[in-house]
């Protein structure tokens, strides 16, 4: 099963809403990845978590507050977002934080911000 | 630094037309590379992989070999179908890190 998932695969919030998205994947990976993707460009990283521990934060607005509860979940917690953080989120997986190996990727959350 | 540039698009084909999707890189180090697909409104699928030089990585039709002497990693497939209209990231990988190249939009026409 080489499956990540994610919820809600689409979500409408206001400026002033708090909203989470998440993400699991059950194949014993132990890095997983917050890509924020927009209309016709690569994904942008975000955040990766390297055995539950944050390991990297590409200057992310505090707006934006990742958690990883445990190795399978990974979490998106939005708090008064911008018009512009409207995209597609993607999760990711990889086995190794360190080493060789391929992403997995979730099929997303479409975000639009009102 | 280290860094994958692919094929500027968007790139329209006839069905059954042999597709070139060129992709180039620097890296440090020994890179792993990767061609990923990204079917509308869907998340990005690992297409192939190659982990070392000279290594040829093949799924669905589509072919791709590490070129270290040309640093190079080309998608290629010899008979693309309307279903293969999609957007491809060529991606490298190295001491962890994952570097995608700017994406290349493929539609086929039948």
């Known amino acids: 099963d080489t499956e990540v998932t994610q919820t809600p695969k689409h979500l409408v919030m206001g400026m002033t809403n708090k909203k989470s998205l998440k993400c699991e994947q059950h194949?014993?990976?132990?890095?997983m990845y917050w890509y924020k993707q927009k209309a016709k460009k690569p994904p942008e990283l975000m955040f990766v978590?390297?055995?539950?521990?944050?390991?990297i934060n590409e200057s992310v607005p505090s707006r934006f507050s990742p958690e990883c509860p445990n190795s399978s979940l990974l979490n998106l917690h939005l708090h008064a977002l911008q018009p512009e953080d409207s995209a597609l989120y993607l999760c990711?997986?990889?086995?190794?934080?360190?080493?060789?190996?391929?992403?997995?990727f979730g099929p997303g959350t479409r975000l639009t911000v009102t | 630094g280290d860094s994958v540039t692919q094929m500027e698009g968007p790139v329209t084909l006839s069905e059954e037309a042999f597709l070139t999707i060129n992709c180039t890189y620097t890296?440090?180090?020994?890179?792993?590379l990767f061609w990923y697909v990204q079917y509308p409104g869907e998340g990005l699928q690992l297409l192939l992989k190659?982990?070392?030089?000279?290594d040829k990585g093949s799924n669905k039709g589509f072919e791709a070999t590490y070129r270290k002497e040309t640093t190079s990693f080309h998608l290629e497939k010899g008979s693309v179908q309307v279903s293969d209209s999609a957007v491809y990231f060529c991606?490298?990988?190295?001491?962890?890190?994952?570097?995608f190249g700017t994406g290349t939009s493929l539609t086929v026409i039948p």
């Open positions: 990711a997986s990889s086995q190794d934080p360190h080493r060789v190996g391929e992403q997995y």
């Open positions: 890296a440090t180090g020994y890179p792993s």
């Open positions: 978590y390297s055995y539950e521990k944050l390991s």
């Open positions: 194949m014993g990976h132990r890095a």
């Open positions: 991606a490298l990988r190295v001491l962890g890190q994952f570097y």
């Open positions: 190659a982990t070392k030089a000279d």
